[in-house]
Structure formats: C-alpha cells, structure tokens
C-alpha cells in the first residue's frame, strides 16, 4: 500500500514537471502584437478598427476604446491589414515579440476625402447608403461642424458650395439654394418640418450647432417626397441620436469671444436596457442679430433643450425628441430699436417595424412658433406693445418601403393641419388641411438605379398640386457615378399673403391678401459626374430651374392697395464644381459655384443672387494642433433694380473673407481652440445680410473617450 502511494506520487510529480516544462517552452515560443490606431487628421484614438493578419483573416483584433489592440502570434514578421469605415485601408509590417515588445505600434489612419459608405436618410426617406442615393445628396459630417467653429448652422452653411444665406426682412439668416431664396427652401430636423418663417425666411442661426450630428443637403426640387417650399431642396438637419448599449457619457464646451460672444454648451448621453438616452442644452449669446449688417445696438440671446429618447423591443423602434428655443434680439432700423422675442418648440414621435426587407414606419410631430414683434425708440421694448405672430404645424404621417416588382417601393400619406394666429392676418386667425399621399419606385439592374415618383398635394384653400420625378444614376465603376433628374417642385401660398390684412396710414399704403391664389410652381433638370476614392474626390453638376406663378406685389390700386398675385416667372440655371484630397493628416477642399437667375418679364438678373463664388479649405496637423482654413468669396450681386424696367442700379462689390481655427488635446480629455473668422476684416455696407468684421474666440471642451 505504500509503495502504491509513492507511485502515485511519483506519476504526479511527473506530471506536475511535464506541464510546467510545456508552459515554459510555450511562453518561449508565444509573442504579441500589440499597438493602437489613430486618426491622422485629429490624432485621437480610433475605436473599431480591425487589425487582421494577411492571410490568416481568423487572426485579428478590434481596436478598444482608447485605440488599442492586441493579437497572439508566433515570434516572427508579419503583415498587417487595418481597416475601420471612413477610413483608408492601410497595411503595415510588425515585429511580433515575447511579451509585446517595450513599445506598442501606432498606427494613423487617413480619412476617407468623401466616405460613400456613410448613411443617409433624405435622398429617399429611408436609410441608404451615401453611394446608393440616386439623387445627389451632399453630407456636412460632424468633422466639418467641429472645424467651423460655429455656434448655429448658419456658420456651419456659410462655407458649402453653392449655398448663399439670404438675408431676411428685417433680420434673420435664411438658406438660398440654385438661386431660389429662404421661401423656397425646406428646413427640417431629423426629417420633420419646423415652422418659424417669418416674412417667408426661416431663420438657420436659429438652431445651434452643438447638437447637430450632421446636415444633409439635397438640391432642386424635393416636392415629391416632402411637398411644399422643397423647390430649392431640402436641408435636413439631424441630431445626435440616442443608442441602445451605450454607456453614459457627458460633454461640455465653453466659448468667449469678441462682440460679446459667450457660447455653453452641455450634452448627455447613455442607455438603459434595450434604450437610449440623450439630451443637449445650451446658451447663445452674441452682440448682432443675425442678416443685420452693422453692431450698433444689437444683441441675439438664445437658450436651447433638445431632449430624445429610443428603445428597441425586437422587430420595433419607439422614437421620441422635443425643441426649445428661446430667442431675444435686438436691431435698429433708422431711429427705431426693433426687438424680437421668439420661441421655437417641436416635438416628435413615431415607431419603425421592420420585418425582412419591409419596413412601416408611422410618426407624428408638432412644430410651434411664437413672435412678438415690437419697436420703441430708445433700446427697452414698452411692456404690452407689439404684434404677436404664432405658428403650428400639426402633422401625421406614415411610410413604407418594401421589395415590388423587382425594386425597392417607397410609399406614405402626410395629414397636415397648418394654423395661425396673427393681429395682421385677416380675421385673427386662420387654419388650412392638406392631404398628401407619394409613391417612388427604384429599380436597380447591373450598374443602372431609376427612380420614378409622384406625390399628388390636396388643400381645402388652393387645391390640387402634382409634382412627379425621374431619377437616373449609373455606376460605370465603383468610385464614378453619373445623375440624371427631371422633377417639377411647387410652394403653396402662406397665410400672410393669402389673408394678410396690413394698413401703414402713416405712409399712405396698404397690403391686403389674395386667398384666390394658386401654388408657385417649378420644373428642373439636373445632370452631374462625380469620381470618389479614398485620397480624391470630384463632383460637377449643371442644373436649371424654370418657375412660373410666382407669388409677389402688383401694382398698388388707386387707393395705393398693394394685393399679391402669381405675377412672376423665370430661370435660374448652373454650374457647380468640388475637389477634395486628403494626404496623411491633411485635407484640402475647393468649389465653385455658377449662377445665372433672371426674370422672365424682363430678362435681367433676381436680385440678391451672386453669379459667381467660390471656396477653398484646408485642414492639417502641425505640431500636435489641427489647424483649420476656410476661405469663401461671394462674387458682385445685384441689390436693387428700376421696378419698371428690371435695369440692375446698383450691384454690391465682391467680399471675399477667411476664417482660421486652432484647436489642440489637454490632459484630462480637455481640448482647447481658437479662431478668428474674418481674418483680415473685410467689410461691407449695409447691402451684406449680416455683420462682415472681425470676430476673435477662444473655447475649451471636455469630450471623454467612449468606455467599452
């Protein structure tokens, strides 16, 4: 018995050395791969990116939160695959050592110049690929936002090519595309309408910039999937979305700068559950108000919330979000002091079901505008005076998307109820319903994408609208795409100029409203070319717009009674050309825009339409610091003209301004900016829609890495 447990003793012993010897001999022969991934142009950590071994794609590793990775090998040298979406690809050589060396492997990645891969949601009111949209769709990511430096998309806008903000009447900063002014041009957030015109121009400074995670832009006639004022496009602003699984992260921004400019800004974001959270708020204010040309007396004050939700419970998505904005200005008009008090809210709600390649998604939402007009002759308003303009915009919809017919099918039904209360609209207040049910078809065969679609607009006040498109897009190679439309856009008549109900005794003149009006009307046609790869992009587009049934003033009567009517046609018609190439850490973009615009009546040139512009910008990294230049000129522009003859009598001079940002990493997640827009003070009169000096400013932001 003894000597059967001094064997087992013995065996076990063995055994014992036998692993030990095994782990030592592994630990001689084991090595590791380890480094992290970086983003070249910003030079922070990159989380997501794949690390693969070529030929042996079952080894690789996924870049942690702070960048890092690491892989097991044998000791030896290797050849490594990175990849992460919006990147270019990148293959390096790494020595795989026992223990991982003593310092791990950076790797920079280059940003894709235009990633074709990124989604998108306007094009076709679903979710698709940037490279998939058959109409062309322009992308402002949240790089481009972070490097303008910009407090509200106005400043975000102001270096796109072929887009010019149009000044409003009296203040306001509205959005002009292929020639067609703020009226024409429809603004939504997260793909519902905002409501907010005033005098026809929606207000883009309006809206801070913090909480946008990306605009897009598409141009010409949107009518089909979005209806009224889409005859100039539609800018679509959409927000930082709340996602299931995230963590809580908190972000926090300070700005100071000249003119009084102090910007705050405050962002929260996590999950619970199967659900998502987030939440931006945020302080503006500025010594100008927006479209004013000169700082004599004016300030814009402005204080925004934007809360939004999501949860996810199998096949269905339950979304919400809300807007507050509440807004104070202040200019002077001759002798007069004008202020502005304002409040935006919106509000929506709605559930996407997805079931194989069907999607149903039905959403409601609200958008509510108050303003309070007043004016006094010294630089407080007199309490209980003014004119009070309140807008609302109830609206149900619901979409589809399927496969039929070979094809994806795009279909819904928009019920919309339009109010007002206004002191100079006749009878106080009015109330307006529409019906609009659209459809579009797109097949896709080998190269070829065609969409074919229609939306049919019914009102209780003006009737029917029908506004079809065609739609053409052909990849000969992945990295070039070729477009084609035909499409016909239409703006219903608003509430002023239908019911407006205005006396000035004191000048001797009256404007009433026209409720026997007819909806303006479009038709365009656009051909472009665009090559994308991964270190250059171009794109080259030539469009033409013909619009009849204008709404506008006729002559007064002889009573001196001015009455709108659909009184003005014309064309606008151009070129627009972009490049951009992006080499290491740099990025270097530049535009030119064409644009011819004249009245049909007289065949001169619209008013307020530059004919030529143009933007340069460079982004690189020197010293640690991303350093950021944007150049943009504004060619000469026709501002007022003989009323009889169309004659232009007086044109403004071209402006050319630069813009140039700092911004570097501190310790502590902190990062630090500076900038100055209008570098070398170029001024303009009082015919520039907005200030043109000098603007000095310095930030400080706190963004933490996402924790995995």
């Known amino acids: 018995m003894a000597k059967a ?29 380890r480094g992290r991934v970086m983003d070249a142009a910003a030079g922070t950590p990159l989380e997501g990116a794949e690390v693969a071994v070529a030929g ?15 892989l097991t090998a044998e000791p ?53 690929k940037l490279k998939d949209a058959v109409v062309e769709t322009e992308l402002i990511g949240a790089d481009e936002i972070e490097r303008s430096g910009a407090s509200d998309l106005a400043g975000v806008l102001t270096t796109t090519t072929g887009i010019q903000l149009d000044g409003g009447t009296p203040a306001g900063a509205g959005v002009l595309l292929q020639g067609l002014g703020s009226q024409r041009v429809l603004v939504l957030l997260d793909g519902q309408p905002l409501v907010g015109r005033i005098n026809g121009n929606f207000d883009v400074s309006r809206l801070p910039a913090a909480m946008v995670e990306r605009v897009e832009v598409v141009r010409g006639p949107q009518s089909t999937l979005y209806g009224s004022e889409a005859m100039g496009g539609v800018v679509n602003i959409i927000t930082r979305q709340a996602e299931a699984g995230e963590p809580l ?53 402005r204080w925004d ?24 200005q202040r200019y002077r008009t001759g002798q007069l002091f004008r202020f502005a008090d304002n409040t935006q809210l919106g509000g929506r709600a709605g559930v996407t079901w997805r079931r194989g390649a069907w999607r149903l998604a039905p959403v409601f ?37 399927g496969l039929v017919a070979g094809g994806i099918f795009d279909a819904g039904m928009t019920l919309k109820r339009d109010a007002i209360t206004a002191d100079r609209v006749r009878g106080g207040g009015r109330a307006l319903h529409s019906v609009e049910p659209f459809a579009q078809q797109t097949w896709t065969r080998g190269a070829a994408s065609l969409t074919l679609g229609g939306r049919v607009s019914w009102s209780e006040q003006w009737g029917t609208a029908v506004t079809p498109r065609l739609a053409l897009m052909v990849r000969p190679a992945p990295p070039l795409a070729l477009r084609a439309s035909l499409g016909r856009g239409y703006r219903a008549p608003d509430f002023k100029e239908l019911y407006l109900d205005f006396v000035n005794a004191a000048a001797g003149y009256a404007v009433e409203g026209n409720p026997g009006l007819r909806p303006e009307r479009s038709t365009n046609a656009a051909l472009s070319v665009e090559w994308v790869g991964e270190r250059f992009f171009g794109r080259a587009s030539a469009f033409r717009n013909r619009f009849t049934d204008f709404i506008d003033f006729g002559s007064p009567d002889a009573s001196g009674t001015y009455t709108y009517g659909n ?41 307020g339409r530059p004919a030529h512009s143009g933007r340069l910008t460079l982004a690189t990294v020197v010293l640690g610091a991303r350093v950021a230049l944007a150049g943009t000129l504004t060619g000469p522009t026709p501002v007022a003209h003989d009323d009889t ?32 827009d209008n570098l070398f003070d170029a001024r303009l009169g009082a015919d520039w829609p907005g200030f043109t000096g000098r603007q000095v400013y310095a930030g400080l932001s706190w963004k933490p890495q996402r924790r995995p």
């Open 305 to 328: 919330l934007a809360p939004r939700a999501r949860w996810t419970a199998g096949s269905l998505t339950t979304e919400a979000s809300g807007l507050v904005i509440v807004e104070r």
């Open 76 to 128: 030896g040298r290797y050849r490594l695959t990175v990849r992460r979406l919006g990147y270019a690809v990148r293959v390096v050589e790494a020595e795989a050592v026992p223990g991982g060396g003593d310092a791990p492997l950076t790797i920079a990645l280059t940003p894709i110049v235009l990633s074709l891969d990124a989604m998108v949601v306007t094009a076709a009111r679903r979710e698709q």
């Open 567 to 607: 009184i003005a046609d014309g064309t606008t018609r151009g070129l627009e050309i972009e490049a951009g190439l992006a080499r290491g850490g740099s990025r270097l973009e530049a535009g030119y825009g064409y644009l011819d615009a004249r009245d049909a009546r007289t065949g001169q040139p619209l008013l």
């Open 365 to 401: 939402s609200f958008s509510r505008f108050d303003h309070l007009s007043r004016a006094a002759t010294g630089p407080v308003p007199v309490s209980d005076s003014g004119q009070r303009d309140v807008q609302q915009l109830v609206q149900a919809e619901v979409a589809a998307s």
């Open 5 to 33: 447990r001094s064997w087992v003793r013995g065996a076990g012993l063995v055994v014992i050395g036998l692993v030990l010897a095994h782990s030592a001999l592994e630990a001689q022969q084991a090595a590791v791969l």
């Open 56 to 70: 042996d794609p079952a080894r690789r590793a996924i870049s942690e939160a702070d960048g890092a990775w690491r």
């Open 249 to 301: 992260r908190m972000t926090a921004s300070a700005v100071m700068g000249s003119l009084g400019r102090r910007d705050a800004a405050l962002g929260l974001s996590g999950a619970r559950g199967s659900g998502g959270y987030a939440l931006d708020a945020g302080l503006r204010t500025v010594d100008l108000a927006p479209g004013i040309p000169g700082d004599a007396g004016t300030f814009a004050r």
């Open 645 to 676: 003859t169309g004659l232009v009598t007086r044109t403004r001079t071209a402006y050319t301004r630069v813009d140039a940002r700092l911004a570097w990493s501190l310790p502590w997640s902190l990062e630090g900016s500076a900038g100055v």
